[in-house]
């Protein structure tokens, strides 16, 4: 931050982007980055991210998509990491509006909404939002649900008599859902919750 302060006081933030200004908002957002990424990184929950796209996210979080498109175009960026930043941006933004809609922490919906998103997408998401609800909620999935996985397999549903199908999704999503909830947790409870739930679709 500093250095981007240093920057931004010898007016070089203008030669990146004429419209790339170090206002006290971008300030704000870059503070909330700082402190939010030594929160995560204490979390020691081994997740690979790129801290410099959360802080670039952050330092161009006042420019529009147009700017942004432009800014590009100048550097004559090639770096695929760098053009994703107008998807990444959009993604933010559909998230944060998805989450904002979110009337209680339900998991799975808090999964469905934020585990297609890279970590510097919900780490930028964090810092940007002024929603306490938001934050939380964003911690809870870094915290409790990424990388939640089921144990059943294709072969085990086969072995239990079901066709291979649609149902297999549905079936997978099912237990998914169940165990976000905490309605199942080991490999028995799926097994069971299948036979309770999908028993009579089994072919006979």
Same mark, same amino acid.
């Given at each position: 931050?500093?250095?981007?302060?240093?920057?931004?006081?010898?007016?070089?933030? +203008?030669?990146?982007?004429?419209? %790339?200004?170090l206002?006290? @908002? &971008?300030?704000?957002? !870059? /503070? $909330?980055?700082?402190g939010?990424?030594?929160?995560?990184?204490?979390?020691?929950?081994?997740?690979?991210?790129?801290?410099?796209?959360?802080?670039?996210l952050g330092?161009?979080?006042?420019?529009?998509?147009?700017a942004?498109?432009?800014?590009?175009?100048?550097?004559?960026?090639?770096? +695929?990491?760098?053009?994703?930043? %107008?998807?990444?941006?959009? @993604? &933010?933004?559909?998230? !944060? /509006? $998805?989450?904002s809609?979110?009337?209680?922490?339900?998991?799975?919906?808090?999964?469905?909404i934020?585990?297609?998103?890279?970590?510097?997408?919900?780490?930028?998401?964090?810092?940007k939002?002024?929603?306490?609800?938001i934050?939380r909620?964003?911690?809870?999935?870094?915290?409790?649900? +990424?990388?939640?996985?089921?144990?059943?397999?294709?072969?085990?549903?086969?072995?239990?008599?079901?066709?291979?199908?649609?149902?297999?999704k549905?079936?997978?999503?099912?237990?998914?859902?169940?165990?976000?909830?905490?309605?199942?947790?080991?490999?028995?409870?799926?097994?069971?919750?299948v036979k309770?739930?999908?028993g009579?679709?089994?072919?006979?």
């Open positions: 931050i500093g250095v981007i302060e240093r920057m931004d006081g010898y007016n070089l933030l +203008k030669l990146v982007s004429p419209g %790339l200004r206002t006290e @908002e &971008v300030k704000n957002i !870059l /503070k $909330e980055i700082k939010i990424l030594v929160w995560f990184n204490l979390l020691y929950l081994n997740v690979i991210y790129k801290p410099w796209r959360v802080y670039f330092l161009t979080s006042s420019l529009s998509d147009d942004l498109d432009n800014l590009a175009t100048r550097m004559q960026v090639q770096d +695929k990491e760098i053009l994703s930043m %107008l998807s990444d941006r959009q @993604e &933010v933004r559909q998230a !944060l /509006k $998805e989450l809609r979110l009337k209680d922490k339900k998991n799975y919906s808090l999964y469905r934020l585990s297609p998103l890279s970590p510097e997408i919900l780490l930028y998401g964090m810092a939002t002024k929603s306490e609800k934050k909620f964003i911690s809870t999935f870094f915290t409790k649900l +990424k990388g939640t996985e089921i144990f059943i397999k294709g072969k085990d549903l086969i072995d239990m008599g079901y066709t291979p199908g649609r149902l297999f549905d079936i997978f999503e099912s237990i998914l859902e169940a165990k976000l909830e905490g309605d199942v947790s080991t490999r028995e409870d799926e097994i069971k919750f309770d739930r999908f009579s679709l089994i072919d006979s």
